[in-house]
């Protein structure tokens, strides 16, 4: 059951800029999750464009990204939320600091401090494919709690 009361369980990638790595799992997830599934991406800085190498190797594989500019992260885009996925924020962010849901960590290199070279948008795009197909196979079968980070308090204490 979602955030909202509702069946549908509502997932927020957030990444830094919202440039790349946060539109290409936007882009996986629509197209491989359903209808009890809603999926929105977001930045903490966004840049001002989705980069055209994202859009590039994203249509390289059939999918497309409906909008061209980067989303910045509301407060209110938090509300409702039952899954928070962070692709590699390092910064602690106050919008995030206060978010009651339960959070995923990814990791994966950002094609952007490797120049305009699609391979690295290549790279970043299949780990991303790799770890959404995960997340909606785990949101499918009810194991998505496995891939939540836990409390710090609880991760001391283990």
Known sequence: MGAGGDSTVRVLFVSPYDAARGPMAEAFALARGDEEMDFFSAGLVPSGFVRPQALSVLEEVGLEVSWEHPR?????????????????????????????????????????????????????????????????????SGTVEEMVEKPKEEAEAS
């Open 72 to 140: 910045y992260l509301l407060p209110e885009h938090l509300i409702g939320v039952d899954f928070l996925v962070t692709i590699d924020c390092r910064v602690e962010d106050r919008r995030l600091k206060y978010f009651q849901g339960k959070t995923i960590r990814w990791k994966v290199e950002d094609p952007l401090n490797k120049g305009l070279d699609v391979n690295f948008y290549r790279r970043s795009r299949d780990q991303i494919d790799a770890l959404v197909k995960e997340l909606v196979e785990a949101l499918r």
